[in-house]
């Protein structure tokens, strides 16, 4: 597979940006994907915080399985604050308003003695199509940011007043190296990074060879697959869902796209791909 790299121009000048407005912010929540946590930590953003609090939220927590819970568990133990929630079900407003108060519980009662109503300011960052804008209309209680399932739709800063807080959408930003591509490819797959640089065919065998070792019961479900290489698997894919061309050759690219988009709208179960040794090498 070919090496993975992606860090356009305007990444540059939002980490600038945000350089520049972390001295007016009272804190930073981190969003991950809960299905590769350590994958979506950008380290290089977590530096870029400082001694600011941090609150590491795992969005998309729907379409990840009880794995997931254990990388949380992980990332706490580490003593950090963090939470595992879905951006779209209004049942998470709650949990996430709650834990970003705690961040500023002190800072608060400080300034209630002495008879003072604060509005905190909190940045929200993350790398791409983690569910940044989607976190803030949850607590915006509408739609005030821009959404979309394509990496990189929030380009420019947004503030945003959510009741007693401002928050701060930025856009996604990836490290500007890929040290890890075993975690690199984990974001290719989820979708935060743009497509347009990627090569179809090595993202969808590498999902499916991922996928076979720790979800094998989910793809003989759906695609009649029972082992092989990547391209057998995909070669089932096709012939299940009737991928064919003229003269009975396999579609692949059609079988390739339907693999990934499949993945990535849950529609092969809810899959987490990290492990916890993933999240025990960072520094959270």
């Not at 980490?15 to 590769?36: N, P, T």
């Not at 998309?60 to 997931?68: I, P, S, T, V, Y």
């Not at 509408?142 to 928050?167: H, M, N, P, Y």
């Not at 989910?218 to 057998?232: A, F, H, K, V, W």
Request: net charge positive; glycine share 8%; with cysteine.
């Amino acid at each position: 597979m070919k090496t993975i790299q992606w860090f356009p121009g305007h990444m540059t000048a939002a980490m600038r940006m945000m350089e520049k407005h972390l001295a007016i912010v009272d804190g930073v929540v981190f969003v991950l994907d809960a299905r590769c946590p350590a994958a979506s930590f950008n380290q290089k953003l977590k530096k870029l915080a400082g001694v600011k609090p941090v609150l590491y939220v795992l969005n998309k927590g729907d379409l990840a399985d009880e794995r997931a819970d254990i990388l949380l568990k992980k990332i706490r133990d580490k003593g950090a604050a963090a939470i595992k929630i879905n951006a779209v079900n209004n049942g998470s407003r709650r949990d996430i308003t709650g834990a970003i108060e705690k961040l500023v519980a002190e800072k608060r009662e400080r300034a209630a003695l002495k008879g003072q109503t604060k509005v905190f300011r909190f940045m929200i960052a993350g790398v791409p199509n983690t569910g940044k804008s989607t976190l803030i209309n949850l607590l915006a209680g509408g739609r005030r940011a821009e959404t979309g399932d394509k990496a990189g739709v929030t380009r420019g800063k947004q503030w945003i007043r959510c009741e007693s807080f401002e928050l701060l959408d930025t856009p996604g930003t990836m490290p500007p190296a890929f040290e890890n591509q075993y975690l690199a490819k984990h974001l290719a797959f989820v979708g935060s990074i743009n497509d347009d640089i990627l090569d179809l065919d090595d993202i969808a065998l590498e999902l499916l060879n991922e996928l076979y070792e720790k979800y094998p019961a989910r793809l003989q479900e759906r695609y009649d697959i029972s082992g092989g290489t990547p391209l057998d698997m995909l070669e089932s894919v096709c012939k299940k869902r009737g991928f064919l061309m003229r003269g009975g050759d396999y579609d692949y690219e059609r079988g390739e796209r339907a693999v990934i988009d499949d993945f990535r709208k849950g529609k092969l179960g809810r899959i987490t791909l990290d492990v916890s040794e993933d999240i025990e090498k960072l520094n959270f």
